[in-house]
């Protein structure tokens, strides 16, 4: 996929959460209400420490359990890809298992379409996950002694249905990630790159609306990432699904997030739109984060276009996907901000000069 190519997929996929024409559509599709997490036993005790505004290292000195995640509240919109990213230890993987429970919150609540899912008794909690939602792991984890098909297929069949329904709708999925010639192929004849696109179309057979992904494409080569990074952005094109992408890369959360949360010590310290974080770091441990990052190779000018900037007379028009340096030398010495249009010539907003440089100087 070209450059062009690959940006327009991204902008097609990406709307901002917050923008009047996304907020008419968008609906809560998970709610995470003050969760924490506390392994190891004295739960009770740590979770008293934490309120008392000991830190991680003080209670388990104290009491040997280990605050994997705390005081996490969150929402995730119908449709977004939500970006969770921190260093290693910092709580993301624990975080993205307990929106299906392979691990169950110590405290707190989360909801998918509604639904507390962590009052849930062990049929109900089944259900959903066969229903409502599937994950994507770093390990391909596929069974050698089956097909592709078949792997692609491994859902449906614990799920019950029939051979004909379950094999159509993994040869669809299959199609759908560039795979339906190699349905009868075994792992074994599979490269990584192709691996991975069968656990990513065994997650979607069941046509899930949430996707989970953890780490999903980190052990892949730098290459074969950036083609799955644009794989999921063209299935996100075609089917808005709602996705939770857990990341320890920022070119990755920053190419394919419509939002992206940091976290530090097990605390969400911003989510946030990519262009916000990078020119409004919440704190010195996120500006770290962004400190090398060339927004002239992130940012494009639809992302900073604002709607409620009115443009300059007889300025010309700049495309949602020409770079910011590009815009640069349109508003320089133009009478007024630039109008910014999409691929159908349709205004998404407009971008002055002032705001511009500050987006440089602020991500500088």
Known sequence: MTDAATQQTNDAARAEPGSPA????REDRIVVEDVYKIFGGKADDAYK?????????????ETGATVAVQDASFTVYSGEVFVIMGLSGSGKSTMVRMLN????PTYGTVKINGQDITAMDRK???DMRRRDMSMVFQSFALMPHQTVLENAAFGLTISGRDKAEREKRAQEALDSVGLGPNANSYPSELSGGMKQRVGLARALANDPPVLLMDEAFSALDPLIRTEMQDELL????EHRRTVVFISHDLDEAMRIGDRIAIMQDGRFVQIDTPDEIVSNPA???VRSFFRNVDVTQVFKAGDIARQHVEPGEGVPEVSAEASLDEVLS???DADGPAPVVDENGKRVGAISKTALLKTFDRAG
Do not use: H, M, T
């Open 22 to 25: 996304e907020a008419e559509e």
């Open 49 to 61: 420490l934490l309120q008392d505004g000991k830190s991680k290292d003080e209670i388990f000195a």
């Open 101 to 104: 429970r392979l691990i169950d």
């Open 124 to 126: 109900a909690l089944i």
């Open 234 to 237: 063209r299935l996100q094109q």
């Open 283 to 285: 704190n010195d441990y």
């Open 330 to 332: 349109v508003v320089a």
